[in-house]
């Protein structure tokens, strides 16, 4: 997943169960990985354009899934066909610039989630359902891409806690590059505390603590993944609309859902969204119960209902 993830199990941290999380991390690289050419996501990848279907796990179907209805509920704030934009800044690469205006309307119409075709898999005639495959996904045209950067963390941390539930582990702290888990209850019984950091000084203090009781954190942050050029600074979130980094004013959002799934895809998707497109949003319909805190560039913290 390109990041350090660390896991602390506490009292039931048995060195079989850490090698179960850690297999099952890596069985999900395995599928997500787009540095991998062997890995679903190139597979499906590879093969835009050319009328193929390629046929996908149940994992990358459930992810591919929640991605593209976010996508769809959002107007494609979350968008997951954008792997042709992301790898033309090349943000986190020792190749990223600044593209030209033509190289970028070029690449507009390929970053279109509508031309994702997903065929969920269906149930078996005698009723039962197939486990082993997710369905199948196409890319209508040549030079698309998915780019699932911005879910992938969050589906691998509620896969893990999946495995802490199935063997009655008691208290667990997951940290997946930022993609803070925390689960079960402390010894003392007292809420968990998370730090926000402080978009000015990432590596400071906290600019928050926030105490929780079992729940997924999760921040996009401009300070997380990006380059200079020219004294600019340039993040990694991209409204697929504009072709840019996003720039609204907010330097990051944290999401605290219960899914670490909904919120790491929330987390992107509001970032882009912007202050104004959340506030008239009816999340509810389509996802889960959470709250957000957005601090803005200028420090101003503006929190959900709290
Ligand atoms: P996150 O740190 O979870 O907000 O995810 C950011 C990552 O998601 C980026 O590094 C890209 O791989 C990908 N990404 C960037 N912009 C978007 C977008 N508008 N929709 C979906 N994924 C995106
Ligand atoms: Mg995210």
Not at 3 to 17: A, F, P, Q, R
Not at 180 to 205: A, C, F, H, L, R
Request: net charge negative; hydrophobic share 35%.
């Amino acid at each position: 997943m390109n990041t350090v993830c660390s896991i602390n199990l506490y009292e039931d941290g048995t060195e079989k169960l850490y090698e179960k999380l850690c297999e099952r991390l890596q069985e999900l690289e395995l599928i997500f990985d787009v540095n991998n050419s062997e890995s679903e996501i190139s597979k499906v990848n590879a093969a835009a354009g050319t009328g193929n279907a390629i046929s996908v796990s149940r994992d990358f179907a459930n992810v591919l899934e929640i991605a593209l209805k976010v996508a769809e509920e959002t107007d494609g704030a979350f968008n997951p066909s954008c792997g042709p934009l992301v790898k033309l800044w090349g943000i986190n690469t020792d190749h990223a610039k600044v593209p030209a205006d033509e190289e970028l309307e070029k690449i507009l119409p390929l970053c279109d989630y509508r031309n994702v075709i997903f065929t969920p898999a269906t149930n078996s005639p005698s009723g039962l359902e197939n486990k082993s495959a997710g369905g199948e996904v196409s890319l209508s045209l040549s030079g698309m891409s998915l780019d699932l950067g911005g879910i992938v963390k969050g589906y691998a941390a509620d896969e893990l806690v999946s495995i802490l539930k199935a063997n009655n582990v008691k208290r667990a702290i997951l940290d997946l590059g930022g993609n803070i888990y925390v689960y079960g209850q402390k010894k003392d019984k007292s809420p968990w505390k998370v730090g926000v950091k402080n978009p000015d000084n990432p590596t400071g203090e906290p600019k928050l603590v926030l105490e929780c009781s079992e729940s997924s954190i999760v921040t996009s942050g401009v300070y997380e993944r990006f380059f200079e050029q020219d004294g600019k600074h340039y993040h990694h979130i991209i409204d697929c609309k504009t072709g840019r980094p996003v720039e609204n004013g907010i330097a990051s959002l944290t999401i605290i859902c219960g899914s670490s799934l909904w919120a790491d895809v929330l987390s992107t998707t509001l970032f882009v969204m912007g202050e104004e497109k959340i506030e008239k949003m009816d999340f509810e319909r389509f996802t889960p119960e959470f709250e957000y805190i957005i601090i803005m560039n200028d420090g101003e913290i503006i929190r959900s209902r709290f």
